[in-house]
C-alpha cells in the first residue's frame, strides 16, 4: 500500500506492507485523512519519544474492509471515523501514563490502510460529506475538552478564541458560537476575522497589531474564557483581559514559555489557568454528538491528494491554512 513515510532523512511517499490485523482489531480503507500540528511537530524532531520509521496523521475516515473476529461483521461495508485516542485510562479529567496518539508510534491515517482496535471505530456522521469528518477527530476532541470541561462555557459567557485560524481553534470558535456565547476571535489574518465575523463571530483584532487585545477586550468589558494555544510572551496581555475569575485554557505552547508571568494579576484577580489536552473517549462521543446536534461543518482549508501530502505539510509550517488541512488517500 501507499504510505506517506517519515525516516531519518525522508519524508516521501513509499510502497509499505498493508499492516496486519489481530482478532479486536479491523482493517479500515482510510479515505481522508487530516493534519494537525502534532504531525508538523513530529517532522520537525520537536516531538517528545519519536520512532522512525513513522506514518503519521492521527485522523482519518474511512470504509471497514475487514475485521478480525465474526462478531463485528455488521461493520463491514461501514463509513467510519477514528478514535485517534489510544490507552485513554479510567479517568475522564486526564490520560494515563500509557496513553499513545494515533500516528507515531503506531502507524497513522495518511496511508491507504489502517489497522485500529475496533472500539476505536465510530460511525461517520451522515450529515457531513466524509471529507469535512475527517477534520473532527484530535482538533474536535481537543476543542470539546477546553470548551466544555475546563472552559464550561456558557451561552451569554463574553468568550476569546485566539488564533482562530488554526486547527483546533476553529472548532473552539464553532462550538462556543452553537452555544450562544459571545464569541470573540483573534487571528494573524483579516480575511480570517472578516470571515468568522461573518459566521457569528461579535468582533475580532489582529493580534500581530500592538495592544490589540487590550482594546478588544477594553471595548466590551473583557472576557470570561480564554481559550489558547500560542502562550509565551502574549499571555500577560491575554490575562490582562479577563474579567475577575475568569478562565484562561490553554492546549498548546505553540510561541514557547512566557519570559515573565504576572503573577500579581493572576492571584490578585483570582484568574484560573487550566492546562489541557485532547480529551476522553467519553469527551470523543459527546464531541461527535455535539456536532451532530448542532450540525457542526468544519472549516476546510484545502484537500490535497496523497501524492502533494508533504505540500500540505508546507503549508501548516508556513501557518498559512485557515481550518484543516485535509489529505484525499
Ligand atoms: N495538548 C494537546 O492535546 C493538543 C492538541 C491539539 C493541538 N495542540 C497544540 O496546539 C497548537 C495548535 O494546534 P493546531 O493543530 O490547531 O495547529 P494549526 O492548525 O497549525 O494552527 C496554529 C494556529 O496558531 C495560531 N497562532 C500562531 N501564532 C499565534 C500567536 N502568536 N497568537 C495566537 N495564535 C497564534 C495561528 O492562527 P492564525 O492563523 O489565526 O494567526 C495558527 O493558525 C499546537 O502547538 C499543537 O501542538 C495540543
Request: aromatic share 10%.
Amino acid at each position: 500500500m501507499r504510505a506517506l513515510v517519515l525516516k531519518q532523512d525522508s519524508f516521501r511517499i513509499e510502497e509499505i506492507d498493508r499492516p496486519s490485523m489481530g482478532p479486536s482489531q479491523c482493517l479500515v480503507k482510510v479515505h481522508y485523512a487530516a493534519l494537525n500540528h502534532r504531525d508538523q511537530w513530529i517532522r520537525e524532531g520537536q516531538y517528545a519519544k519519536i520512532q522512525l520509521p513513522a506514518v503519521l496523521g492521527s485522523d482519518g475516515v474511512g470504509i471497514v474492509e475487514e475485521v478480525g473476529n465474526k462478531a463485528e461483521e455488521k461493520w463491514l461495508g461501514k463509513a467510519v471515523i477514528i478514535n485517534p485516542n489510544i490507552d485513554w485510562g479510567r479517568d475522564n479529567r486526564f490520560q494515563a501514563k500509557e496513553y499513545q496518539i494515533l500516528g507515531m508510534p503506531s502507524f497513522g491515517t495518511l496511508a491507504e490502510y489502517i489497522v485500529v482496535d475496533m472500539d476505536r471505530l465510530y460511525e461517520q456522521p451522515d450529515y457531513l460529506p466524509m471529507e469535512e469528518a475527517a477534520a473532527l477527530p484530535l482538533a474536535g476532541l481537543t476543542a470539546y475538552n477546553a470548551l466544555f470541561n475546563k472552559g464550561k462555557v456558557q451561552k451569554g459567557m463574553n468568550v476569546l478564541i485566539s488564533g482562530v485560524g488554526g486547527g483546533v481553534a476553529q472548532f473552539a470558535f464553532l462550538f462556543s458560537i452553537a452555544v450562544g456565547a459571545n464569541t470573540y476571535i483573534t487571528s494573524s489574518k483579516d480575511s480570517v476575522i472578516q470571515h468568522c465575523i461573518g459566521l457569528g463571530a461579535k468582533g475580532g483584532i489582529n493580534y500581530t497589531q500592538t495592544n490589540a487585545v487590550k482594546d478588544l477586550a477594553k471595548s466590551i468589558g473583557n472576557f470570561d474564557l480564554i481559550i489558547d494555544s500560542a502562550c509565551g510572551d502574549g499571555m500577560n496581555e491575554l490575562l490582562a483581559a479577563l474579567k475577575p475569575a475568569g478562565k484562561f485554557v490553554f492546549y498548546g505552547a505553540t510561541r514557547g514559555l512566557p519570559k515573565d508571568l504576572n503573577m500579581r494579576l493572576i492571584f490578585w484577580n483570582h484568574l484560573q489557568l487550566l492546562g489541557s489536552t485532547m480529551g476522553s473517549d467519553e469527551d470523543f462521543f459527546k464531541m461527535l454528538d455535539f456536532c451532530r446536534e448542532h450540525k457542526i461543518h468544519p472549516i476546510l482549508d484545502r484537500v490535497y491528494n496523497l501524492d502533494d501530502a508533504v505540500a500540505a505539510f508546507d503549508r501548516m509550517k508556513g501557518n498559512e491554512q485557515f481550518g484543516k488541512i485535509v489529505v484525499e488517500i
